[in-house]
């Protein structure tokens, strides 16, 4: 079964600090990966995916995100955060089955 | 682009009444519907995929005849809570995928629910 876990649960970073949210995901085939964002009171926004082609991915508001096959890992990058990307953000998975399955989340939390 | 709406926003209801929420696509057509429910501080739990014109597959654990799906056109799918008990109280979110071969869903803004 698929399974997609996020090493931070909650994070707490001050402006223009880096960020790396952790994710690991368990399944043996092909698979999408993408990374969510949640912003307080608001729905979840795409922030980038992965489908194929070169493992380093750029999405929305300076975000990127690294495929890395061999670690089974999409880790969510960002080298300097701002107190609007407090919010939570989701990693998931679709294997063949072409449904998401979730991590547990991860909230962060931007200091002025 | 790529927008989906869900109404209501949020819903109070007393227990043992139904509810129907819906969700909708604007600006695109979704061959496949999806509905989660999320609770508070915690990931989304999906609990059913609604294919147009056929019946909604469920995941182990969710009582279809609790949950009733229905996804009658391209854009629009429904899920109704039949005879709710406090402990259907969440937030239930929907997505919609635009079966353009790119495999992305895109999410409403969810439906509080909260069920006296």
């Known amino acids: 079964a698929q399974s997609v876990s996020q090493h931070n649960h909650h994070v707490i970073l001050s402006e223009a600090a880096s960020l790396e949210l952790g994710c690991n995901y368990s399944y043996g085939g092909t698979v999408n990966l993408f990374w969510y964002v949640q912003y307080p009171g608001q729905h979840l926004q795409l922030l980038l995916k992965?489908?194929?082609?070169?493992?380093l991915v750029k999405g929305i508001k300076g975000f990127e995100a690294e495929f890395i096959k061999s670690k089974f890992s999409f880790n969510l990058r960002k080298p300097s955060v701002q107190w609007s990307d407090t919010a939570e953000y989701f990693c998931?998975?679709?294997?063949?089955?072409?449904?998401?399955?979730f991590g547990q989340g991860t909230t962060l939390q931007v200091k002025p | 682009g790529a927008v989906v709406s869900q109404h209501p926003s949020w819903v109070i209801c007393k227990s043992g009444t139904s509810v129907k929420i819906e969700c909708r696509s604007l600006?695109?057509?979704?061959?496949?519907m999806f509905w989660y429910r999320q609770f508070p501080k915690q990931s989304l739990m999906l609990m059913a995929t609604?294919?147009?014109?056929?019946?909604?597959?469920?995941e182990q654990g969710v009582e279809k005849d609790k949950f009733l799906i229905n996804h009658a056109s391209l854009t629009l799918s429904t899920l109704t809570v039949t005879s709710a008990h406090p402990e259907d109280s969440s937030f239930y979110i929907c997505s919609a995928r635009d079966g353009t071969g790119v495999d992305t869903q895109y999410f409403g803004p969810g439906t509080r629910l909260t069920v006296l």
């Open positions: 998931a998975v679709n294997g063949n089955t072409g449904k998401l399955i």
């Open positions: 992965y489908f194929s082609g070169d493992p």
């Open positions: 609604s294919n147009e014109g056929s019946k909604a597959t469920y």
């Open positions: 600006d695109f057509q979704a061959t496949t």
